[in-house]
């Protein structure tokens, strides 16, 4: 009876210090309580490197106005203003080791550019759309980072309010999950508009 009682223990203490951390510690990963930092709430703080802060500052091929932007493709300007863009479409490339996160935007002339987050001026770019898009999550880029390895194609804004499948048909030509298959897509299209 003694024995018994010794392995009904050894069960019982692990499973007791295991509902205990449960209970104290799930409340504090829930994705609800999570803080999860915005471009703004760390803009400014003593926490930020020198270097990373001139990276947050740092404008790249933009230049900024109230109404709108000028961004430098290639060899030309284009100005964008806040009102001519219809669609914004966030999503990931797998680079094997890591993810970058990348935006398709695409306006009302028919105009469109893609950023990512290696480019110089992509952080005043998600700050400043943010502020012309009051409905523009404030965290849609840490959303669409997990899970890791993932397409995950998400409408950041569209003017009209379109589903995803809409949006896919009218910018991709296909729904196109992953990014080698709109590239691709791309691809065709260009040659068959230049030849």
């Not at 203490?13 to 915005?38: G, Q």
């Not at 094997?96 to 480019?119: K, P, Q, R, W």
């Not at 959303?143 to 194609?153: G, V």
């Not at 003017?159 to 196109?176: G, S």
């Amino acid at each position: 009876m003694f024995i018994h009682d010794d392995k009904l223990l050894i069960w019982i203490v692990p499973l007791f210090f295991t509902c205990c951390a449960l209970i104290i510690l799930l409340p504090r990963f829930s994705s609800k309580t999570i803080d999860i930092p915005t471009i703004e709430s760390i803009k400014g703080t003593t926490g930020v490197s020198k270097d990373f802060q001139k990276i947050l500052d740092d404008d790249g091929a933009f230049t900024f106005s109230e109404t709108g932007f000028t961004i430098k493709m290639e060899k030309d300007l284009q100005s964008i203003r806040w009102d001519e863009i219809k669609t914004m479409l966030g999503y990931k490339r797998d680079l094997f080791a890591v993810d970058c996160i990348c935006l398709d935007v695409f306006t009302e002339n028919g105009h469109g550019f893609s950023i990512s987050e290696e480019m110089p001026g992509w952080y005043r770019f998600l700050q400043q759309s943010k502020l012309a898009f009051p409905a523009i999550s404030k965290t849609w880029e840490f959303e669409i980072a997990f899970p890791a390895f993932e397409t995950k194609l998400t409408v950041i804004y569209d003017k009209y309010n379109r589903t995803l499948p809409e949006l896919e048909k009218e910018y991709y030509k296909e729904p196109a999950r992953n990014w080698f298959t709109r590239m691709k897509t791309r691809i065709v299209d260009w040659f068959d508009d230049s030849f």
